[in-house]
């Protein structure tokens, strides 16, 4: 009875360390085990012979653009250029209804801007017959024509006022009033708008609009981006 109860924990001592043995290395992975990728292929270069037409961005045919407005041609009631003195407002136009400081509305554009962006301190704008007018230093630019009040313009020999109609308009600017837009305009809700170059190669970023209120002529005024 000793040699047999002294041998069996010797022979489960030894079944036990075999069956850790193999339960171990069961759970290992193998050595030649395949871990799956994604291979990423590059794009195909375009070829020399590829399209390309559609990046190239066609310039608008030139009868299609709407007409240029040479300010030199115009005359406010067939006298004044755009630009003139403060004698001649006075001698055409009289005294103005009113006038203000530049300096208290703060335009972030102005007509006699002088270098590095600055403009004459004493710098007003003139108030006549609902029209605005630029002055500085003896000088005149006209910003704003109302045809309300009896004034007008006077354009390669046609008379351009308040009694003038869009489609007498169309004779002189026939692109333009096709392509006319509607803005909503401060104080007044929306208005017709034709809309004119300035120049005939696009130097210039301004435009001229003419707005029309009741199928006739309202106001004109020079516009330019800040």
Same mark, same amino acid.
């Given at each position: 009875?000793?040699?047999?109860?002294?041998?069996?924990?010797?022979?489960?001592?030894?079944?036990?360390?075999?069956?850790?043995?193999?339960?171990?290395?069961?759970?290992?992975?193998?050595?030649?085990?395949?871990?799956?990728?994604?291979?990423?292929?590059?794009?195909?270069?375009?070829?020399?012979?590829?399209?390309?037409?559609?990046?190239?961005?066609?310039?608008?045919?030139?009868?299609?653009?709407?007409?240029?407005?040479?300010?030199?041609?115009?005359?406010?009631?067939?006298?004044?250029?755009?630009?003139?003195?403060?004698?001649?407002?006075?001698?055409?136009?009289?005294?103005?209804?009113?006038?203000?400081?530049?300096?208290?509305?703060?335009?972030?554009? *102005?007509?006699? $801007?002088?270098?590095?962006?600055?403009? #004459?301190?004493?710098?007003?704008? !003139?108030? +006549?017959? @609902?029209?605005? =007018?630029?002055?500085?230093?003896?000088?005149?630019?006209?910003?704003?024509?109302?045809?309300?009040?009896?004034?007008?313009?006077?354009?390669?020999?046609?008379?351009?006022?308040?009694?003038?109609?869009?489609?007498?308009?169309?004779?002189?600017?026939?692109?333009?009033?096709?392509?006319?837009?509607?803005?909503?305009?401060?104080?007044?809700?929306?208005?017709?708008?034709? *809309?004119?170059? $300035?120049?005939?190669?696009?130097?210039? #970023?301004?435009?001229?609009?003419? !707005?029309? +209120?009741? @199928?006739?002529? =309202?106001?004109?005024?020079?516009?330019?981006?800040?």
């Amino acid at each position: 009875m000793k040699i047999i109860y002294s041998f069996m924990p010797i022979a489960c001592i030894a079944t036990l360390l075999l069956l850790a043995s193999c339960g171990g290395s069961a759970d290992k992975p193998k050595a030649d085990s395949v871990t799956d990728t994604l291979a990423v292929v590059p794009a195909a270069s375009p070829s020399p012979e590829a399209d390309t037409s559609a990046e190239i961005s066609q310039a608008p045919k030139a009868d299609t653009l709407n007409e240029v407005m040479d300010a030199n041609e115009i005359r406010l009631n067939g006298k004044l250029k755009r630009y003139f003195t403060t004698a001649q407002f006075e001698t055409v136009l009289g005294k103005p209804d009113s006038t203000r400081l530049l300096s208290d509305l703060e335009p972030c554009t *102005t007509i006699f $801007e002088e270098p590095e962006g600055k403009v #004459d301190p004493q710098a007003r704008y !003139f108030y +006549k017959n @609902g029209s605005v =007018y630029e002055t500085s230093k003896g000088k005149v630019g006209i910003e704003r024509i109302s045809f309300t009040h009896g004034d007008f313009i006077t354009y390669r020999g046609e008379v351009l006022n308040g009694k003038t109609t869009l489609a007498a308009l169309q004779k002189l600017f026939p692109i333009a009033v096709k392509n006319i837009g509607v803005l909503n305009v401060h104080g007044e809700g929306k208005l017709q708008v034709v *809309t004119l170059r $300035e120049d005939k190669n696009n130097i210039s #970023d301004g435009r001229i609009d003419i !707005f029309i +209120k009741e @199928g006739k002529l =309202y106001y004109m005024e020079w516009w330019f981006p800040c």
